[in-house]
């Protein structure tokens, strides 16, 4: 896997073949963090579901301040916490938990950008969303990134989420939304 822009662009790094990880894909990541561009310098990100952790790397990279990285895989845990080390930075948190686990308590401080790629056809979207947003994991001005199925409908967000961009790229659609106001999902 290779990181694609930023203080580490070009740096191959390595994951274990663990639990149906699918990384986001180089093109889709490009586009992405052209969206969030002016918004990663100095920012704090949760990668959900973080697995390779691509794109909470990705991030620290181009100059987000601190990542919170949660997988419940203790092997991909293991590897972030390496390839961090490799990276010589400590901007970055690793959490081995179960992310409904995780997201049950309530945040001690909300994500500027929240990513959200959860393992396909489980459910996950429908039944974290609400606690991201009633547990004060985002708040106004927040930006969430999140993956589906391209065979599915969008998810429902909660209602002060704006969707701000979103494409498609084979049978993934990724979706960038803000929060426009702090509240709960309803």
């Avoid at 699918?22 to 990668?47: K, V, Y």
């Avoid at 390839?83 to 994500?111: H, I, M, S, W, Y």
């Avoid at 494409?167 to 960038?176: E, F, I, R």
Wanted: hydrophobic content about 40%; some cysteine.
């Amino acid at each position: 896997m290779r990181i694609i822009g930023g203080d580490w662009r070009s740096r191959v790094l390595r994951f274990p073949d663990e639990g149906g990880v699918r990384p986001t894909p180089a093109r889709t990541r490009e586009t992405l963090f052209n969206w969030l561009q002016f918004h990663l310098p100095g920012s704090r990100c949760l990668d959900l579901f973080s697995g390779s952790g691509i794109l909470g790397l990705e991030a620290l990279s181009r100059g987000a301040d601190r990542v919170t990285f949660v997988d419940h895989t203790p092997a991909l845990a293991r590897t972030l916490r390496d390839n961090l080390r490799l990276l010589k930075t400590d901007r970055g948190e690793v959490v081995c938990e179960d992310v409904a686990a995780f997201l049950q308590r309530p945040a001690n401080t909300p994500a500027d950008i929240l990513f959200m790629d959860a393992p396909f056809r489980q459910g996950w979207l429908e039944s974290l969303l609400p606690l991201i947003a009633d547990n004060g994991w985002v708040t106004t001005g927040s930006r969430i990134y999140l993956e589906y199925e391209s065979d599915r409908p969008a998810p429902a967000v909660p209602g002060n989420w704006h969707l701000h961009r979103n494409k498609s790229a084979g049978q993934v659609t990724y979706a960038l939304y803000q929060v426009l106001a702090a509240g709960r999902s309803e």
